[in-house]
């Protein structure tokens, strides 16, 4: 007989929003004045550096990693900071989709049932969970209010990023003041904590923060660094090409876009493996040379990646 938990995850290779706002809207849940919950926040795989440092800075344990529903016995799951099911929990077809808390786009996503759904174009999942703390008069406790941030933080680079709403700030001077942290300070710390890039290995790099999309029928693979120091990355771009190449074959990709971004300058540098480099071309612009090309004043997948490239692919 299943069981009456219900799970509570971001994506998989989560990242510090898909960390943050899953442990903070299970909380809210469990905790909700009406129609409480049984729920669990969950990881769909280990975390990063970054991640690791706000989880260790506010005194939290890592969400253990589940890869599959049924396995746990639960099949009742909410979702956090995704909703393409190429990005969720091996098993998500066979589940039963309570709810969603999102800031992405809505795409290869169905359910039998109705559902709670919350998408909002906001700089971070983290900043939904908040607003949903205030609506149910829940009190944050401070180090949720630290993971919140820190996914705000993240997600807009300390609130640079093109895809930081207006609303975004007053979220983040809130969260900062329940946390107990100076803004600017903890965020840069946290930021520099995921850029440490020197100690990984090629397929690692390609790994940490990589998501699949789906593009007029082929399967693209879309993943993103953080860092100081570019050149010092493409230093190594002949082992990464190699690394991208295998990832690929092993995984039935018809492309891998690599997207390495400046936290300090806000640029990136984008490496183009597979079938479609003329699409890549057309997206951004520019010209690839040994597989890659410079995309000035570029840091967001979301809104400076995906739309374009989506719009490529479909033409």
Avoid at 70 to 97: A, P, R, W, Y
Avoid at 114 to 124: H, I, K, T
Wanted: charged letters at 25%; aromatic letters at 8%; hydrophobic letters at 45%.
């Amino acid at each position: 007989m299943p069981s009456d938990k219900i799970l509570v995850f971001g994506h998989q290779n989560p990242d510090t929003d898909a960390i943050g706002s899953s442990m903070s809207f299970a909380y809210l849940r469990k905790n909700a004045p009406f129609g409480a919950m049984n729920t669990e926040a969950v990881a769909l795989g280990e975390v990063n550096e970054e991640t690791a440092f706000a989880l260790n800075y506010f005194g939290l344990d890592v969400p253990r990693i589940v890869k599959s529903a049924k396995e746990e016995g639960v099949d009742t799951v909410i979702l956090t900071d995704h909703n393409e099911f190429q990005q969720s929990i091996s098993d998500i077809e066979d589940l039963t989709i309570f709810g969603v808390v999102d800031h992405h786009r809505v795409d290869n996503f169905h359910t039998a049932s109705p559902l709670f759904m919350r998408v909002e174009p906001v700089g971070s999942a983290s900043s939904i969970v908040y607003r949903a703390f205030l609506e149910n008069g829940v009190e944050i406790p401070k180090a949720l209010a630290g993971m919140m941030l820190s996914g705000l933080i993240s997600d807009t680079l300390l609130l640079k990023s093109p895809t930081t709403h207006p609303t975004d700030f007053k979220v983040a001077e809130a969260l900062a003041k329940i946390a107990d942290v100076d803004l600017q300070e903890y965020g840069l710390a946290m930021l520099k904590a995921g850029t440490n890039l020197s100690a990984k290995t090629a397929e690692e790099l390609i790994d940490i923060d990589a998501k699949t999309f789906e593009l007029n029928g082929s399967k693209v693979r879309v993943a993103q660094v953080n860092t100081v120091d570019i050149p010092e990355v493409l230093a190594r771009l002949g082992e990464i090409k190699a690394a991208i190449k295998s990832y690929m074959t092993a995984g039935g990709f018809d492309d891998f876009v690599f997207m390495i971004t400046d936290i300090v300058n806000s640029n990136s540098e984008i490496v183009e493996i597979g079938k479609h480099p003329d699409k890549v071309e057309a997206a951004f612009n520019f010209k690839l040379e040994e597989d890659h090309a410079f995309l000035a004043g570029a840091v967001s997948r979301k809104k400076q990646v995906i739309p374009q490239l989506t719009e490529s692919f479909n033409n």
